[in-house]
């Protein structure tokens, strides 16, 4: 069973930056796409980055040009560069693998809040 951890959310103000961490227990994280979701209150969950294998990279249209995904295979872990961040962004982030959630449970997340 792999196990997801997320880290690295906090309190920002609306302009700052944060890079999420995912580390995930397991030998196989190489191989999949890996994908960080985030559920805002009184949303669903909802995919926001993904990135292959090999380092190809997909962004939804709400954080394109502010999001970077990127994935160090040797650590089993995948990292979520937010700069620019909008109060619209606070969420709770997590990570699994993309665009279909295979893994579970789900991590605990890492919360983000963006407010002044």
């Known amino acids: 069973q792999v196990q997801l951890v997320e880290s690295g959310g906090g309190l920002v103000q609306p302009g700052g930056s944060l890079r999420l961490s995912c580390a995930a227990s397991?030998?196989?994280?190489?191989?999949?796409?890996m994908g960080w979701y985030r559920r805002a209150p009184g949303k669903q969950r909802e995919l926001v980055a993904r990135?292959?294998?090999?380092?190809?990279?997909n962004y939804a249209d709400s954080v394109k040009g502010r999001f970077t995904i990127s994935r160090d295979n040797a650590k089993k872990t995948v990292y979520l560069q937010m700069n620019t961040l909008e109060p619209e962004d606070t969420a709770v982030y997590y990570c699994?693998?993309?665009?279909?959630?295979?893994?579970?449970?789900w991590g605990q997340g890492t919360q983000v809040t963006v407010s002044s």
């Open positions: 397991g030998s196989i994280f190489s191989d999949y796409t």
């Open positions: 990135i292959t294998s090999g380092g190809s990279t």
């Open positions: 699994n693998t993309a665009p279909v959630p295979l893994w579970g449970p």
